[in-house]
């Protein structure tokens, strides 16, 4: 008896144990990349993802991807060029039959890597079930002072420096793999020629100590365990880490703390998302006024290091208090901290500060552009299955035609590893030494603040103005009124440094008066914008919108448009938003009209409507100077 039940269970455990791996086999990676990047798997669902594909269907993967950036990207000549498009798609596409699958995976990142400033957005996530790279069981981070290694399952490697794989200098394999650095990934190492395919791979390792020496890493595929538990490990939430080259995710949206010793208020914000229902960004905003209102404060500290992004209609509270709050609105008080991890809705928070605050930024440069595209959405290649990103709409975050790549920092402090690893906040260090430089100002006559006071129109979207307050001239630019929310799109006092030239509270801005001229000029950074005098009830196309004079804003936005001139999301929501109040006024075929020119100015736009209308009709048009 006892020696049949003991044959049964053991029969019973086998065929589990089999069908558990005949599972496992089957539905293992779909299970894992579910944890590790659940948006993909949702795309991909039930969907077979080959592992082998022929060069052909790899080419015509490219032809799709070629017409998804097309139809989707929203002014993709300006952020790719039509021929430059096709010559690259050509280009890979007879690269293809000798390439391996990694090479041909590399070949459509490559093909997301737009040239256009702005465009980070667009992508092909590598962590997802088509692609199934093997891991090094390391995280390696480029500091300032060389590449180190931050994280390892065998954590005596961390704070090691790499000096090469595979006997490749670690800059080199970092250009070899631009522009996306060193990764733990090791096909991409095999396809850049870095390492041989399969063992292990060398790594030349210079210890703390001084010590060198090379060190062959295996690496592990996503389904093994020991890849499972240290992946499982990174994502554990830490708390309070200041550090960019950290990888955990940080275990709040954002939080505060006030030291009475030195009257510094300092707020780590980590995520553009409201924490929770009774704890939102609006509510962080409130908290953060009542310490002003009631401690002295010496200095603040916006800390978006470690900010990748989030939903961009959530900041308006934040940059109204510190703009507006009378102890932080002052040269010198609030110091907003940037690395390269600033991303995205962090970036746009970045860009009103300096547009509508006197903060200066301090760090590194972030990863935005101050005009980029974003919102994305997700696109899948019908053969490979590779899930990829494209952006669908145009943030004009600061003036047209902005030549920057990058908003740099008034007070500069690389990231050296030195800091990562002895817990020194240099840039924090930096915030409580600084002391902003008195500005040497003049005094302007009557008649010279009266040559500066005016409405002027910008662009075809922005008009600014000058206004003498009585305590001196301030400077704004708006675009437009929405029926909530008002706010401008720049805002700073004026500080005259001659008869001609007058200081904004932005770094490298200035206002000038043109000798025998009534426009006004207006340095931005490494650009100049002519402000061309108009009346003082001049309107902007989001206003005709507003008011219901449909014909006048179509007009003035289609030749705005047509003449080069590029209409961004604010736009876009203003048409949307007309709509749904003649909607809300039972006025469908009104509605309509707001939403078919939408589509027309807009039509990538996932977010308008599919009907569509157009036309062209004149209008003023932009003018940059230089």
Not at 376 to 399: C, D, E, H, I, M
Request: overall charge negative.
């Amino acid at each position: 008896m006892i020696r049949t039940a003991l044959k049964i269970a053991g029969g019973t455990l086998l065929f589990a144990f089999v069908g558990a791996g005949l599972w496992w086999h089957v539905n293992g990676l779909h299970v894992l990349y579910s944890q590790f990047s659940p948006s993909t798997e949702q795309i991909i669902g039930d969907r077979e993802v080959p592992r082998e594909l022929s060069a052909a269907k790899w080419e015509a993967d490219l032809d799709s991807l070629e017409q998804i950036l097309r139809q989707r990207l929203i002014y993709f000549e300006d952020a790719y060029g039509s021929h430059r498009l096709a010559h690259r798609v050509d280009s890979l596409k007879r690269l293809m039959p000798e390439q391996t699958r990694a090479e041909r995976i590399l070949s459509v990142a490559r093909l997301l890597d737009l040239p256009a400033p702005g465009t980070e957005h667009i992508g092909l996530p590598f962590i997802q079930r088509p692609i199934s790279w093997r891991l090094l069981p390391m995280r390696i981070f480029e500091f300032d002072d060389g590449y180190y290694i931050v994280h390892a399952k065998d954590e005596n490697l961390v704070g090691s420096e790499v000096l090469a794989i595979g006997g490749t200098p670690a800059d080199s394999v970092a250009a070899a793999l631009s522009p996306w650095g060193i990764m733990s990934f090791v096909e991409p190492l095999e396809a850049a020629g870095i390492v041989e395919r399969g063992g292990q791979i060398p790594v030349r390792m210079q210890a703390p100590n001084g010590r060198q020496a090379t060190r062959n890493v295996e690496p592990k595929g996503a389904w093994s365990l020991s890849t499972v538990l240290y992946e499982k490990s990174l994502q554990e939430p830490v708390r309070g880490k200041w550090s960019p080259a950290n990888a955990h995710p940080r275990e709040r949206n954002y939080w505060y703390s006030y030291r009475d010793s030195t009257d510094l208020l300092y707020v780590q914000f980590n995520s553009v998302k409201n924490a929770s229902p009774e704890w939102t960004i609006a509510d962080l905003a409130d908290s953060l006024r009542v310490i002003a209102d009631a401690r002295p404060i010496d200095k603040v500290a916006l800390d978006l290091r470690n900010n990748g992004g989030g939903n961009h209609g959530l900041i308006e509270p934040l940059v109204d208090f510190f703009g507006s709050h009378p102890k932080i609105d002052r040269r010198g008080m609030l110091y907003t901290l940037l690395s390269r991890k600033t991303f995205s809705a962090a970036g746009t928070l970045a860009m009103e500060l300096e547009r509508r605050t006197k903060t200066l930024f301090v760090g590194e440069p972030g990863s935005f552009a101050p005009n980029m595209w974003g919102d994305t959405a997700p696109f899948l290649l019908p053969n490979s299955k590779l899930v990829g990103n494209v952006s669908y709409r145009y943030w004009q975050t600061s003036l047209p035609d902005e030549p920057r790549t990058r908003l740099a920092p008034d007070v500069g402090v690389p990231l050296t590893s030195d800091q990562h690893f002895s817990d020194v906040d240099s840039a924090m260090i930096a915030v409580r030494q600084h002391e902003s430089a008195p500005r040497e100002t003049v005094s302007l006559t009557e008649a010279e603040r009266a040559s500066f006071t005016g409405t002027y129109r910008l662009s075809p979207i922005h008009r600014a103005g000058v206004t003498d307050t009585g305590d001196g001239l301030s400077f704004r630019v708006d675009r437009g009124r929405p029926e909530s929310g008002l706010h401008p799109f720049i805002e700073s006092d004026l500080h005259p440094l001659s008869s001609t030239r007058l200081a904004t509270d932005i770094t490298d801005a200035y206002l000038e008066r043109r000798s025998g001229s009534e426009e006004l000029a207006l340095v931005w950074k490494d650009s100049t914008y002519a402000l061309m005098p108009v009346d003082s009830g001049f309107t902007l196309p989001t206003e005709d919108i507003r008011a219901g004079r449909f014909e006048q804003a179509a007009k003035r936005l289609r030749t705005a448009q047509a003449s080069g001139f590029k209409l961004d999301s604010w736009i876009t929501s203003a048409l949307t938003a007309r709509a749904d109040t003649l909607e809300a006024k039972d006025r469908p075929i009104d509605a309509l009209r707001y939403n078919q020119l939408a589509v027309e100015l807009f039509p990538q736009s996932s977010s308008t409507p599919e009907s569509c209308v157009t036309g062209v009709l004149p209008d003023l048009q932009f003018r940059r100077v230089q």
